[in-house]
């Protein structure tokens, strides 16, 4: 690993990775590399995990290109020195800002979207200037072959490499110096990469996660809210980090939501068969899951295969923070369903603890939009819909608190792999001498009336 980041430190100081039409010569090979074995990416996923093909496109490779072709469109005026004004002091000269890439980089993706939130953070990487060393997660072994087999076979990889592995590989890379670190996982493990970090004062940027709310209030839409909602709880066998992680609906309308909800499940009818559910992980995942089930509880779904990883749709009512589900976040197909009649109480209730990756919030009413806004601290989320505002490549995508550090996507990805060097420009000549001794009354006069 020391002589792997050694060599990407003398690759990135030989300034080869700097030019704009570099980057976007490696950009443009990946896209084409990526789109040229999509089939054996859709089969690495389903290998996996059992990820349907439509379901793989949109929610992993859809992403990846995006990024690729918003980087490509838009890396030129990202990359590009920016000239800003100049204050009174410093007249005559000109001030200008330099993005610069940070330098070596090491990206730690995620099992639950192993295409997208590795090769995302690196299509960020790449287009800021960076080198990059992937570090893909073992639990998904195909696609961290497959990405591996893409990558090395393709790239030097003293510029652009995958290293596979797990725990011992993982550590052993944290135990090198590096100029940025991207990781996307669990809370626990992100405060082992951070402290791995701070050894070195090496910025990162962690995309963790939480209990990410739904609100359905009593002018809602319930046929959209319902729609919407079980989809981004169900969608990749809800094992995904903006999952809407349990609902508030107010008492009012819990029952006809709940009734649309149950006629939503069973219409889509998630199956591995269907192509619109997935396994769950791991065996021990599965057991993990099976226990904040309480049967008593369950309106529908409720059973599971736990050495097959399957967990069919599940949801909860009645169910309370003192539960075994609310006491961590879930990820994974089962829906907790709590009632409310007040939403200043649950705004508070949310307030109390860490704060989320993400909120959704369904309502027509501009006032309870806005005050959900203002009093909610959140990474991001959205208004009468879920997990589509990551899709926007516009919005910068992470967390706050206990569910992240910085963001990414679009312009925010190559901002969290660059440095802004600020400059001030002056000329050696016809410099006024008035910051120089001796300061008379009339300079600190001066001085004043600029206060």
Request: proline residues 5%.
């Amino acid at each position: 690993m020391e002589e792997l980041v050694k060599a990407q430190r003398d690759y990135f100081n030989s300034n080869a990775t700097k030019p704009v039409a570099f980057r976007i010569a490696q950009l443009t090979k990946l896209k084409g590399i990526l789109k040229e074995n999509t089939v054996q990416l859709n089969e690495a996923v389903f290998k996996d995990f059992g990820k349907g093909t439509f379901e793989n496109i949109v929610t992993e490779l859809f992403i990846i290109h995006q990024e690729i072709d918003d980087a490509l469109k838009n890396l030129a005026e990202w990359a590009a020195i920016k000239t800003v004004t100049t204050d009174g002091f410093n007249q005559p000269g000109e001030s200008f800002i330099v993005p610069e890439p940070l330098g070596v980089s090491l990206i730690i993706g995620a099992w639950n979207y192993p295409l997208n939130l590795t090769l995302s953070p690196a299509v960020a990487a790449l287009a800021a200037g960076c080198t990059v060393i992937l570090k893909p997660s073992r639990q998904t072994e195909h696609c961290s072959k497959l990405m591996a087999a893409l990558i090395n076979n393709n790239f030097d990889p003293a510029y652009f490499v995958v290293v596979e592995g797990g725990r011992v590989e993982t550590n052993a890379l944290l135990e090198q110096q590096f100029d940025k670190i991207f990781f996307t996982g669990s809370v626990p493990v992100g405060k082992i990469v951070y402290q791995a970090a701070a050894k070195h004062l090496t910025p990162v940027t962690l995309e963790l996660g939480g209990k990410s709310p739904a609100i359905v209030l009593p002018d809602a839409d319930l046929q959209n809210a319902a729609r919407k909602l079980v989809w981004g709880k169900f969608i990749n066998g809800g094992q995904t980090c903006i999952a809407p992680d349990y609902i508030y609906v107010h008492h009012t309308v819990e029952a006809q939501f709940l009734e649309l909800v149950k006629e939503e499940i069973i219409r889509a009818d998630y199956r591995i068969e269907n192509n619109n559910f997935a396994n769950i992980i791991t065996v021990e995942n599965t057991e993990r899951l099976v226990g904040m089930i309480d049967q008593q509880k369950v309106i529908l779904g409720g059973s599971y295969d736990i050495e097959g990883r399957i967990i069919e749709p599940t949801v909860m009512t009645n169910v309370t923070w003192e539960d075994k589900i609310m006491q961590d976040e879930i990820f994974g197909p089962l829906m907790p369903v709590m009632s409310f009649e007040n939403l200043d109480d649950i705004i508070e209730e949310i307030k109390l603890r860490a704060k989320p990756l993400a909120l959704y919030l369904f309502t027509a009413d501009d006032t309870a939009t806005q005050q959900v806004l203002s009093e909610v601290s959140f990474g991001g989320g959205a208004i009468n819909e879920t997990i589509m505002h990551l899709a926007n490549g516009a919005l910068p995508f992470g967390g706050v608190g206990n569910s992240g550090i910085g963001n990414y996507h679009g312009e925010a990805g190559f901002r969290s792999f660059s440095h802004y060097k600020s400059v001030l420009k002056k000329p050696v000549s016809n410099e006024p001498d008035f910051r120089y001794s001796p300061h008379s009354d009339e300079k600190i006069a001066a001085v004043l009336s600029m206060i």
